[in-house]
């Protein structure tokens, strides 16, 4: 069984992943009231990458022996300038969480939790999945120089995003 100083890490990565829903969905509903469908389709389908990233943690504490404990998500960023910032913001997110996993993995490390450990590598390299797309769109942005006929073809290309499922045991 895991010790309790890292099921209470495990617990606080959980609230993690699922606030990053609740800020993937206040995105989308950023986009959806832009008249942004694709871009919306985007945070969508992130959104449901959190829940399932979420729920593989949920999971993963019960079959160590844990005790799941939620905690309360505070309201996120509801009103944003313009789709490079919110690309911004969800760039550095993504980045704040690659480094509270890493922080897990080390733990898990200095406690010789191997099997924490093992089940951390996916996250590791869903993190650098997840940087990267957002770091591309970034740089599309930034390239197009916000013109309009440019964000309305890049919205094209993120409608055709779809969520797939990933195990959550």
């Keep these: 069984?895991?010790?309790?100083?890292?099921?209470?890490?495990?617990?606080?990565?959980?609230?993690?992943e699922f606030q990053s829903e609740y800020i993937y969905i206040s995105m989308e509903a950023y986009f959806a009231s832009q008249n942004l469908d694709g871009f919306a389709n985007f945070f969508?389908?992130?959104?449901?990458?959190?829940?399932?990233?979420?729920?593989?943690i949920f999971n993963y504490i019960h079959?160590?022996?844990?005790?799941?404990?939620?905690q309360s998500i505070p309201q996120p960023k509801i009103d944003f300038?313009?789709?490079?910032?919110?690309?911004?913001?969800?760039?550095?997110?993504?980045?704040f969480i690659t480094k509270s996993i890493h922080d897990i993995l080390a733990l898990a490390i200095e406690e010789k939790d191997y099997t924490t450990s093992a089940f951390l590598q996916w996250y590791i390299n869903e993190?650098?999945?997840?940087?990267?797309?957002?770091?591309?769109?970034?740089?599309?942005?930034?390239?197009?120089?916000?013109?309009?006929a440019g964000i309305l073809m890049l919205d094209s290309e993120l409608a055709k995003r779809v969520f797939v499922p990933i195990p959550t045991e």
């Design 63 to 70: 079959r160590i022996g844990g005790k799941v404990e939620l």
């Design 44 to 56: 969508n389908v992130q959104a449901q990458e959190e829940r399932a990233h979420a729920y593989k």
């Design 127 to 148: 993190q650098a999945e997840e940087e990267e797309s957002m770091e591309k769109i970034l740089n599309k942005i930034k390239l197009l120089k916000e013109d309009p």
């Design 1 to 16: 069984m895991a010790t309790e100083k890292m099921i209470k890490a495990l617990n606080n990565q959980l609230f993690r």
């Design 81 to 95: 300038e313009s789709p490079k910032e919110v690309i911004q913001l969800a760039l550095e997110h993504e980045k």
